[in-house]
């Protein structure tokens, strides 16, 4: 029985007993596991050591007891110590020993056998730590050391889009590099860009391995040291405008300066948040609105997608910017016919852009908005010797605007935004009639189009018979990719334009049919329907995250070419700018639009619209003494108003 005393003694009060001193045998094996906690070079440190006790125990046994025969007496204790040195790493010396002692031939034999396991064991931890080495490498852990590069922060399907069209743009760079950092294996990386972009036209890809959302992964991109940063919204991810904006605090977590930055935003109502993260450096492309937007411009005029996407890609002409230049005592009109292949379509004034200004407009020291084939030598390019033929220009006015009529076939989260924009150019009494499979739709509230949503099978040919009738103005297609997954989606969009232009075909109607596609690789499937214009959502996306990563100026003139305000890209008859069946230069087509106070960019032929199926026969930026005769069913691209 415990006594009182002994009770005081355990109580709450009593004090904690020490604990017992640590054994030397326990801090030497403490000490020992934490020097092997090193790594590599602890153990080969280690196996040296063990070396030398190895080759000082038995060099002291042989010197000791006088193993080693007179004949090969060494010179002193350090020679007997090489000589051991030599038994222990090379096997082959015990065959020159002098076999006339037993002992020592016997001791030497013991020093070489217990060698060869030490050398073994170093040459398993050299081999070891070089593979873990070669292992970190591959997992693409190693910061990169380049400058005005471009980085790429994620990883979805356009990005090999995008690379293509980088590896156009620095064409004329030299040694480009492009670094892409994702949360994927950076072998995985290497080999998908090699396969799904195989001819980098000299642009080196480097791949990391890292979350773009975590500051000491970031810093493996060497981002601060980058030309532009593009951020992809990541797929798969329940909430990928979260972790854009958390990137963006990433980037811009040092202050300010630093490189250009793109990022995707797939949902408008995070565009603030990331305004606010993102400040002056950061480019936002509002996914949703800008495919809606670009659906509504083509589905309003027939071979506008090939016109934007022209302007969008680097392969061919786009958009540049011309500051220097002496032109600043002409004016906009004289601009016009300036240049043999190059047109300017708009002036920059105070950092704000304007696409065709008034044409007597005096340039002074504007900075020219033009569309050229390459940016190289755009300064020296030569002057338009061709003068436009007065003569022939055209005399045509354009009808009154009617009512129009269309049906919208499909939904997903671009549609309500594309049924405001239809909106916005619908004359007062237009109706459109939205068909869909999947979704409950949510129409806005509207001004001058009546919309009627009928809940039935896009794919059933009675409903599609029921709704596609005589005297539509247009048909627009969306896919269903909030409900399917892409190849489906694209799958069931092909076959509802199957019908639909059966039924037009049958009807003997030419209705603009424009449809939306998801996988860039249906497009030519697409074109067996006889589509108007193909959207492929995620490659426009692509293009233009590419244009604005190179220059953020172009941002406010996407946003004119795509608004509803200021001038917009129209494909107009031409006999409206020369007349029919005369053979005119290009230039007489741009004095012909400089006449109607709008800025010729190409033109549209239907005797090219044949061999070119993917281009609709649209020739963009052609050049100033190209001859052509206009004939029915030629259109002008122009830049105009209304």
């Excluded at 064409?171 to 950076?186: F, G, N, Q, T, Y």
């Excluded at 049958?506 to 497009?523: A, H």
């Excluded at 795509?562 to 087509?589: H, K």
């Excluded at 190209?626 to 105009?640: I, M, N, P």
Aim: a negative charge.
């Amino acid at each position: 029985m415990r006594t009182a005393k002994a009770m005081a003694r355990s109580g709450p009060g009593a004090r904690t007993a020490k604990a017992p001193a640590s054994r030397l045998g326990d801090r030497m094996r403490y000490w020992f596991d934490n020097s092997m906690s090193r790594g590599t070079p602890a153990l080969i440190a280690w196996l040296s050591v063990a070396t030398l006790l190895l080759i000082l125990v038995f060099s002291v046994f042989v010197t000791l007891l006088g193993l080693r025969p007179d004949s090969d007496a060494p010179d002193g204790f350090l020679h007997e110590m090489f000589y051991s040195l030599l038994h222990a790493l090379d096997p082959g010396t015990i065959g020159g020993d002098d076999a006339s002692s037993w002992r020592f031939v016997l001791t030497m034999l013991a020093l070489t056998i217990a060698g060869l396991f030490i050398v073994s064991a170093l040459i398993g931890v050299i081999a070891a730590g070089i593979d873990t080495k070669l292992a970190d490498l591959r997992r693409g852990r190693s910061i990169v050391l380049e400058q005005d590069h471009t980085v790429i922060l994620g990883w979805s399907d356009s990005i090999f889009t995008i690379i293509s069209e980088l590896t156009l743009a620095n064409e004329s760079r030299r040694k480009p590099v492009i670094v892409i950092l994702a949360d994927r294996d950076k072998v995985e990386m290497e080999d998908d860009v090699a396969a799904k972009v195989p001819d980098l036209r000299g642009t080196r890809v480097v791949c990391r391995s890292g979350s773009p959302m975590d500051i000491d992964d970031l810093a493996l991109s060497r981002h601060t040291a980058a030309r532009s940063v593009i951020l992809l919204a990541p797929e798969g991810s329940e909430d990928p405008d979260s972790e854009v904006i958390k990137t963006l605090l990433a980037l811009t977590h040092g202050g300010e300066g630093g490189p250009n930055i793109v990022a995707e935003i797939r949902n408008p109502t995070n565009l603030e948040a990331a305004r606010l993260v993102g400040a002056d450096r950061t480019v936002l492309l509002d996914i949703r609105e800008t495919v809606a937007k670009l659906v509504v411009q083509t589905s309003r005029q027939s071979g506008a997608a090939a016109v934007y996407t022209e302007l969008f890609d680097y392969d061919g002409d786009e958009i540049y910017f011309l500051e220097r230049h002496d032109l600043g005592a002409a004016t906009y009109g004289d601009a016009l016919l300036a240049f043999e292949k190059a047109s300017v379509i708009g002036l920059i004034e105070d950092g704000v852009p304007t696409l065709n200004p008034p044409a007597g407009r005096v340039i002074g020291n504007r900075t020219l908005i033009v569309v050229a084939e390459d940016d190289d030598g755009l300064e020296t390019e030569g002057r338009s010797l061709a003068t436009p033929d007065l003569s022939a220009l055209g005399t045509a006015l354009g009808a009154p605007e009617l009512p129009t009529h269309g049906v919208l076939i499909g939904w997903n989260e671009r549609a309500p935004i594309i049924l405001r924009e239809l909106d916005h150019y619908a004359p007062a009494g237009s109706t459109l009639t939205v068909l869909t499979s999947f979704g409950t739709p949510q129409v806005p509230a509207l001004e001058s189009l009546a919309v009627t949503v009928v809940a039935a099978s896009s794919t059933d040919r009675a409903t599609l018979e029921a709704h596609i009738a005589a005297g539509l103005d247009q048909v627009i297609v969306l896919c269903y990719s909030d409900h399917l997954a892409v190849q489906a989606a694209d799958a069931r969009t092909l076959v509802t334009l199957l019908h639909v232009r059966d039924i037009l075909g049958r009807l003997g109607e030419s209705t603009p049919v424009v449809t939306e596609m998801l996988d860039d690789r249906n497009r030519v499937l697409a074109q067996v329907a006889h589509i108007d214009d193909v959207v492929v959502s995620g490659e426009i996306v692509s293009l233009l995250v590419t244009q604005l990563s190179e220059d953020r100026r172009l941002e406010a003139v996407f946003g004119q070419l795509l608004g509803d305000e200021g001038s917009e890209i129209y494909l107009r008859p031409a006999e409206w700018y020369v007349q029919p069946g005369r053979e005119v230069t290009y230039a007489t087509v741009v004095a012909g639009a400089a006449a109607r106070g709008e800025t010729a960019i190409g033109y549209r032929s239907e005797a090219l619209a044949g061999d070119d199926v993917a281009g609709f026969g649209v020739v963009v930026n052609p050049a100033k003494s190209r001859t052509f005769a206009v004939q029915d069913g030629d259109r002008v691209v122009v830049l105009a108003e209304t």
